[in-house]
């Protein structure tokens, strides 16, 4: 018989749980549906990144300059070395030219050449010294042979110090491409962050930078900014000075272009002043000054703990500098550099 039993109608309790998910879900759906794509970041916060990773991609420059640096002195000392190694190689084929003769005089005589068995010699040394001791060699041998056993040494530890060094080279070739690397990756990450601003955005921001320079070059070129600490000094500074608008390029040395110490080696040198390649060299030479107050037109002034950025003082608070990627030779008021000043150097 057919069963008529009445289906089992859900309690009262599953009904409300069942109809609040239900509720919940088709909010969460609306909110979803409603809600606003995530903001956009503002100028000032796209300003304040990109201005990180041109700090970042500076250092990276910096660390780049000086490896490419060392790989130039390294190239130069392997070619000193191997000219010197070609050159002692010479005087030691004469060397043995001369023994030969030596040798073939004696064959001559029917005597056998002390030469020959002392290059058969298991141990050189200890024959030459029996040899001598024993007067089986005559004065001008002995003198012959110890030339030869000299240079050959001489030329073995060239060798050994060329390779050593073309060792290193190949490491500083390595580290030279990741540097190279590091700073491509950096400005590129700052570039697509400005790719995001709008051109009304972007313009702003220049507009920004070209006022904040014309209020420092007018404070730079006041008369009362100071004078450089001699004529050379000055010279340099004006040097400086006539490469205003210049564009920075990282690794450059001038004369169209720079970085930041590039920009400094460059100006020095016209005023017959060598300076070394890199920010953290050039903070080790000269008289360090530790005060703003005592600085003077033309001094090298350093910036952030790690001492990645510098200029030349131009007075009155402000510095004459390299900034950065997409930026030109400028003036800058020292306190907005974006890093702490360290100190100052008079060469």
């Known amino acids: 018989m057919a069963s008529h039993r009445r289906p089992k109608q859900p309690s009262r309790a599953r009904v409300t749980v069942l109809t609040t998910a239900a509720a919940a879900a088709v909010a969460l759906s609306a909110n979803a549906a409603n809600a606003a794509p995530s903001a956009k970041p503002s100028k000032d916060e796209v300003k304040s990144k990109v201005d990180k990773l041109y700090e970042e991609a500076e250092k990276a420059t910096e660390e780049y300059d000086g490896a490419k640096e060392k790989q130039g002195k390294l190239q130069k000392e392997i070619s000193a070395i191997q000219d010197k190694v070609a050159r002692g190689q010479d005087e030691l084929n004469k060397l043995r030219d001369g023994l030969g003769s030596l040798a073939a005089g004696q064959y001559r005589s029917g005597g056998i050449d002390p030469s020959v068995q002392l290059f058969l010699s298991s141990n050189p ?158 903070a080790k030479i000269g008289t360090r000054i530790t005060s703003q107050s005592d600085l003077q037109v033309g001094d090298l002034v350093f910036f952030y703990n790690d001492l990645h950025h510098v200029g030349l003082y131009a007075g009155n608070g402000q510095v004459l500098h390299a900034p950065r990627t997409g930026t030109v030779v400028r003036y800058e008021s020292m306190d907005t550099i974006g890093g702490p000043f360290m100190f100052g150097v008079r060469v």
């Open 125 to 282: 040394d200890d024959y030459l010294d029996k040899a001598s001791t024993l007067d089986q060699l005559s004065s001008q041998q002995v003198q012959a042979l110890k030339k030869v056993q000299d240079k050959q040494r001489e030329l073995a530890q060239e060798r050994a110090e060329a390779t050593e060094k073309l060792k290193d080279l190949a490491s500083t070739r390595t580290e030279l491409g990741k540097k190279k690397q590091d700073v491509q990756a950096k400005l590129a990450a700052a570039q697509k962050l400005l790719n995001s601003l709008t051109a009304q955005e972007k313009a702003a921001l220049q507009a920004d930078e070209a006022r904040a320079s014309r209020v420092s070059q007018r404070d730079a070129l006041d008369p009362t900014s100071g004078t450089a600490a001699s004529s050379r000094i000055a010279q340099a500074y004006a040097a400086a000075q006539s490469r205003v608008g210049s564009p920075y390029v990282w690794g450059a040395t001038g004369p169209n272009s720079f970085d930041c110490s590039g920009l400094t080696q460059w100006a020095y040198a016209q005023a017959g002043i060598s300076l070394p390649r890199t920010t953290y060299e050039q």
